[in-house]
């Protein structure tokens, strides 16, 4: 399967995420730091990236604008899983490059998705 990384500050929902995608058969490496997961993305290849928007220093937007514009892989697909209910967050995710948007919390279900569909170049449909 998918060798994904997954970023937020919070290690609780770190470890809720890659619970979720290994029982799915991928395989995940969790980062409560934006910077980290810049220099991850610089020294090894990843398939897929999970990134929560609001972590201090470099927040979600930060980070998906930076891979997008400066990372060797700014093409890797990007889900964003925030608590942000916000339709001015989910425009400014989009804007700055994220595939796709899910709002915690989500279902095993509604995650898997947004992977599988970003994963296979499957159109992710969207709720609103």
Known sequence: MAHILIVDDLPEATRLLSHMLATAGHTTVQFTRGEDVVTSLEQEYADLLVVDLNMPEMDGFALVDYIRTRSPQHDIPIVVA?????????FAAFEVGADAFITKPFTRAALLEAVDSLLHLKPVEESW
């Open 82 to 90: 925030t608590a942000s209910r916000s339709n001015e967050d989910r």
